[in-house]
């Protein structure tokens, strides 16, 4: 088969942890036969750079046009002071926006080879395999009105968290849909003792409910679930939430696994997904070799298996994460006996999986 991949490398690690995903899908193309055409395209501070805007009208259209959109990382101090239009991180919600991305999706598993890297004790991390389904073109992150704007001789900044019955509906069918291919269990988190949008979502997620009568559903305020994530991680099968409380409780999700350089996520929605690590562009260790490559990697396995329908070849990746760290093969993120251990630059962890594909 014959598929079409935007590749936006970014910022910082991105393009480090970028070109080793390519060497994966390179590996796969021999093993299988597919051929994966890949063309790239500037976005974040690269964009910024280049052409004084973070997300170019040919960067948009390349994705469009595309089967799958794999992304690094954008963002860094260097452009921390830009106005807000013109800061790397618009070029991620632009393409949210305008490929209709609402849902995305990121899993945390943890593999037994590295219970000893997570920073909670084994006996509390061992079952951890769990999904977020968040929200993600709706809430504080796109309301409208919004802005810094002077008030009474003082600046004010001002945002909107607004969600419809079916934006909150829409996004609940993922994760029950999500659910009925794994443990059955959803939890929907909210802060429906206070908020407005989020008795909205708690009434919408209980209605939706009703169509799943196989899944178990329960509600979960956002301040309690930020404590049973630490207390017994084990508990979660699917996490229902939106866009703020998905964006904080899934980067805690990914270091229960023993580093954020483990996790990859979808962004699905409209014709064409978006696939990137759940880290970021970690600028104080770009261009030293020292990435994690792993997540970005995990994305391309996402990719296979969401957009491309490549079940075997997603399962090859997999496999072939667990065969490496099992053998004892590190990044500096993961490494905690050098002993028995091996450390490996960025370049070397993607040699290695692709050598065990």
């Known amino acids: 088969m014959e598929f079409q991949i ?62 799958a959109v794999l992304l690094g990382a954008v963002g860094g ?24 991305l609402y849902a995305n999706l990121r899993p945390a598993k943890m593999y037994a080879s590295l219970l000893d890297a997570s920073s909670l004790k084994r006996e509390i991390v ?27 001789g003082e600046e004010v900044g001002v945002n909107t968290l607004r969600y419809s019955a079916s934006e909150i509906e829409r996004i609940a069918v993922v994760a029950f849909e999500a659910a009925q291919k794994r443990k059955k269990n959803v939890c929907s988190v909210d802060k429906a003792n206070i908020l407005e949008t989020s008795q909205l979502w708690r009434k919408v997620v209980s209605s939706v409910g009703k169509r799943y009568p196989d899944v178990h559903l329960h509600h979960m305020y956002v301040d309690n679930c930020s404590m049973q994530l630490i207390r017994s991680p084990g508990q979660f099968d699917v ?46 260790i ?43 093969y590190r990044t500096a993120d993961l490494l905690q006996s050098q002993a028995s251990q091996t450390l490996l630059k960025t370049s070397a962890m993607g040699d290695h999986l692709a050598e065990a594909l």
Not at 31 to 41: A, D, I, Y
Not at 253 to 270: C, E, Q, V, Y
């Open 77 to 100: 101090p260097k452009w921390d002071n830009n106005p807000p239009p013109r800061k790397p991180e618009k070029a991620l919600l632009g393409l949210r926006k305008e490929l209709g």
């Open 6 to 67: 935007a590749v936006l490398p970014g910022d910082g690690i991105g393009p480090e942890v970028v070109q080793e995903a390519l060497k994966i899908l390179r590996r796969l193309g021999v093993k299988f036969g597919h051929q994966f055409h890949v063309r790239e395209g500037l976005a974040g501070g690269a964009a910024l750079d280049a052409v004084g805007e973070p997300l170019p009208a040919d960067t948009l259209k390349l994705c469009k046009s595309s089967d």
């Open 286 to 328: 770009a261009n030293q070799g020292k990435a994690n490559p792993i997540a970005t990697i995990a994305s391309v396995g996402m990719m296979l298996r969401y957009s491309f329908h490549l079940q075997d070849e997603a399962d090859a990746i997999e496999k072939a994460i667990e065969k490496v760290l099992a053998v004892g």
């Open 239 to 284: 996490i229902l939430t939106e866009n703020l409380f998905g964006d904080i409780l899934s980067d805690e999700a990914a270091m229960l696994t023993g580093s954020i350089g483990m996790l990859p996520s979808a962004s699905l929605g409209g014709k064409v997904a978006l696939y990137e690590p759940v880290h970021g562009s970690a600028p104080d």
């Open 126 to 152: 061992r079952d951890v395999d769990l999904l977020v389904v968040r929200e993600l073109t709706g809430g504080l992150y796109f309301g409208e009105p919004r802005g810094i704007e002077e008030s009474d």
